[in-house]
């Protein structure tokens, strides 16, 4: 590509700082120095300004942020008695998770000065050979015009990724450090501290008595994602097939009723699923009063009843989403390649398998794959139609039905153990993110991307 | 190379942004609890069924109180210790809650222990049962304003006074419906064990080793369970059981005072409360027990004004509140004068829920901490059991388990 | 012959019936539940359960009392009304996020951009629970928690992982478009806004819909930001806060007419951006 700069050969910091001027110096004290020099004012001026701010911060609360993060805090929230108020006043103490959560962000914001800093100087050296080589220095205007054509993709990149790193990556990384805390039901601030453990909460997931549960529910899990998966894709493609039949009228008419339960959202049709399916819900009452039935089918509350009604009632959730994209392929499709065929004397399931459904499967490969972790993960749907029920007296905090995600949820909602729900999610995580990778460098589909 | 401008911006601007955020957090931990005299804000959260009853007695309130400014709002004080924890400095000053999480959100340090001038005001006006509730680790933590208890709702057309004074009959003649086999059974049918004689965390129910469900008595109690799978007067029902007595394919339910509107609705005229029967674990007539609950006001630890915070508490929890609490929502007054009132006398669903708040109808439900642990086991084994998924051979080692996991201190 | 071409015909005439048949019984399946609701709005006795399909007695008091929040807890006018600023604003941000996001890492080459891709495709993974206390405390910190700018940032910001499916769409575009308006020497900013998005109706479409409707639904991570503030509240938050233990039994019907008056608009703006969706969908592959 264009890139022909990077090959170049650069003088090393060291030498820039032994051969250049005062202002080359200089700027390894004083952010942007060189670029005032050189009247490349405003980019100066976001160093320096950078700097100072940085400087000030760090004086001001980062080095405190940054101290604390050794302990999590060593000062224990108390209650004194106060003779005058007749009563005891509150004395505040530590509190170990907003040292830890802005900590972390203490750890970026010096990351981020220290990509600042290196910035500074190359630019100094920029400017340095630049002139040695005897070329003009680009003006703030050609930096400017430069945004719009050959770093057109910092332009439309900064705001979002910004976005990531507070509301995504600054999360991300406290929540993983939460896993190597003891903040669990015991130490909950803001009275108590909570302080590093290292590895203990993976071996009490890995081996301890959490393992009894983490297992099978683990194991369920993966059951339940790839049965969900391929199912909804199955029956979704069969769907499409049928709406697609020769001959078959009013297309439109059948696609716009499964798409209209697309358009419900999925908190409302699941909770209205938990309400029909229930042991006293009106599909058992029918069924009963049309005396097909004389006790309650119990659709949610058999743990293996349970399983099957989430995957059913995922289906009627899932099929219209493949059936529209599935849709979209078949008549996309290369006609002229499927007359080939016909008149080579194929039948129409020898089409269907070595044409339509390759094809199908090419092009649903990613959408697939992403499937497939989405029901990993799939929350909604475990939470609303069963809240993980019914109970297993094999479990800790977790019943038949829930899914690592669910269960997590359990923990830090219900038992309050933060650091196994970081664990936990750490593992699912793992698994995603490996399988993921894999699939991406594996598959046809995401190559061509 | 004309600089990498996007490293530049994003850093500025990543700074910028981080040094706010940091500042923010650092320029809040200035100090409060001085109670000035200037106009106080109090916050407090109220189950939305009792907003309206409440506003009135706030504006009361504020009337006597005029520099006092109360802001009510919907909480959930079932949620209380979830949404007080989430982030304490923007919780409400007041919140409802049952007395069970005491425990919990005292060790947390999300509550206000109660001044030394109300602890005398809440021992001396409440009766002892709630009294107990509010009190942890020699502290009172909370100010009652109700107690509750599970009763037992029937329809008088179906089945007679009489009828319903022991389970055995109440099953063979009428049709229980109730919830054995799904989440929450833990809540009606662990008082069971101590009906037997078993401990739920020792006799005060703060020991925390103190939990023998895994003797002799438990099992029979396992025993007991199992077997209402085949009787033909219990109906197993969670979320449809006023629908169900409604329909008639029910004649009887336990519940609380909570559910006095919704039965009324569903029976009319035919709506009868009794305390809880007896039962029979096979070595004769037992009283079954329920759990007791303390409906309880606590004041949040970091609120700004504590004095005024303990005062609104205080009022809401008074014989006057409760009064209008008892009318509004059918809430039993804790306070001992509320409770001799002739409206309260006169009310059944509140005659039987006194009855039961006496120690031999009920235990105070436990608020260690360590009972989080304990609930989602004791749940599934009652679950299972009924299911008939846990074989009568196993129940030893299934209440040996119960027994370990109610008294882990942590994982 | 022509007893071949008759058997022929009449068995194309079963296989019609027969699917026919199948697409009947599965849009029954499929439309029962959202007939159920509708019905439901409509019924005037009973509680969250009854032992029959078709209300006794009909009756729009589920709505009124819906509309006119009767007993004053439950906004429902105003959760409308923030719901559909949250959703608008953060359609529009997030679109544009969106499609800078995909064009720049599928027309753009720069350094780290393969590493980069990577990274964004594993980063969604993390499940999102505990991020959520993290992601409130950021916003208290910057004084926005409890507000429904929070809201729309939290949304904008998670849509700068989102562009798989929008870069999909940009690869199919052939880069001799760009390749020859570089010649007449156009500038990338220019390419970009006179030549791709002029092309790139669908998937644009396809990203203002799914952004739009991304606040109608969640609701638990909006509870979280909006804690106590119930006039602030989404109607997802708030049509879940009717269904409590103690509330849902006697809420249910003015529930189910909430959910009614939600999925109205939704459904005509999804019937009528149907081809556009579709489009964008498998636009990514289709070459």
Redesign the interface.
Known sequence: ???KH?TEQHITFRELFMKGGLPEKLSFIIMGFSNFANKQILKGLIFLVAEVGFLFWLIRNGIHALAMLQTLGTKKQGLVYNSKLGMDVLQKGDNS??IL??GI?AILICIVLVILYIVNLKSARNIYELKAAGKPLPSTKDDLKSL???R??Q???T???M??L???????L??IS?AFTNYDHNNLPPKNLFTWVGFHNFSNVITGDIASTFFPVLGWTLVWAVIATVSCFFFGVI?AL??N?K??KLKKM????????????????L???R??L?D???IN??L??WGWISKSIPFLTDPTMAKFSIIVVNL?IGI?ATM??T???IQ?LDQEQIEAAVMDGANKFQIFRSITFPQIL??MM?SLI?QL?GNI?N?NVIYLLTGGGPTNSNYYGAGSTDL??TW??NL?VNTMD?NL??VI??L??IL??VF??WA?THTN?YK?? | MKKNWKKILLGGVVLSMSM???A??GSKSSSSSSDSSSTQNI?V?I???H??AIKGQVKKFEKANPKIHVTV????S?DALK?VS??PE?A?DVFMMPHDQIGQMADAGLLYPVSKKYTKTVKANNVQSAVDGVTWKNKVYGFPYGVESQVLYYNKSKLSAEDVKSWDTLTSKGKLGTNFAEAGANYIFTPLFMSNGDNLYGKNGETVKGTNFNNEKGIQVLDWIAKQKSNSGVVQTN??A??NL??GKTDAFLSGP?SKN?VKKALGKNMAVAPYPTVNFGSGDVQMKAFLGVKVYGVNQQTKSPVAAMKLANYLSNEATQKVEFNKNGVVPSNTKAQQTQAVKDDETAKSVMTMSASDHSVVMPKVPEITNFWPQMDSIINDTYKGKIKSSDYQKKLDKVVSVSAKKSN | MAKREINYKAQ?KR??IL??A??TI??V???F??V??VLNSFRQE????????IPKHFTLSNYTKLITDA???YPFVRWFVNTLIVSVCTCVLSTF?TI??S??L?R????LRRPF??VA???????A??????????L????L??SLLALI??Y??????AF?VA??FF?TIPMALDESAMIDGA???QI?TKITLPLSKPIIVYTALTAF?GP??D??FAK?IM??D?KNYTV?IG??SM????????L?MTF?AG?VL??IP??L???YM?KY???G??S???K
């Open positions: 590509m264009f890139k990077s998770m907003l959560l802005f962000a719009l054509n050959e057109f993709h332009t439309l990149m705001i979002p990724l976005g990531v507070f509301f995504t990556v600054l999360p991300l406290y929540m939460i769907l049928l709406i039949t001959g078959i059948w696609r716009t009723i499964f798409i209209l339960t697309m358009a419900v959202p999925q908190f409302i049709s909770l209205i699923m309400n029909l229930n006293a819900g009106p009452s029918i009963k009063s009627w219209p529209l994209i849709t979209g392929i996309n090419f092009v990613p992403q972790i993960n929350f690592l995600v997590l949820y830090t933060y729900a970081s999610g750490i699912i995580f995603s993110a993921s990778l991406y589909s061509e991307g | 706010l955020v940091l923010g957090c916050k959260w189950d939305t069924e907003v309206s709002k919907a909480g959930s079932a949404d989430k982030d923007k409400a979320a449809a006023l629908s409604q329909s909570w919704d | 194309k296989t019609k699917v026919y199948i697409l599965m849009s399946v499929w439309l539940p959202i159920w609701i009973g509680g969250a359960f009854v032992p029959y399909i007993s004053g807890n996020i800078s996001m064009y720049a599928s753009l080459r720069f350094k891709l990577k495709l594993v980063l969604n993974m993390f499940p629970f505990m991020s959520m206390i993290a992601i409130y405390y950021i208290k910190a910057l004084n928690a409890g940032l939290v904008s910001a998670g849509a700068a992982l798989y870069k999909g690869d500038n990338k900013w970009f409707m109608w639904m609701f638990i979280i804690g106590d119930v997802a049509l879940y269904m409590t233990q103690t509330t849902a039994n006697s249910f189910t959910c939600i999925a939704i459904t703006l999804f019937i149907q969706y579709v489009e969908v498998t990514g592959a289709v």
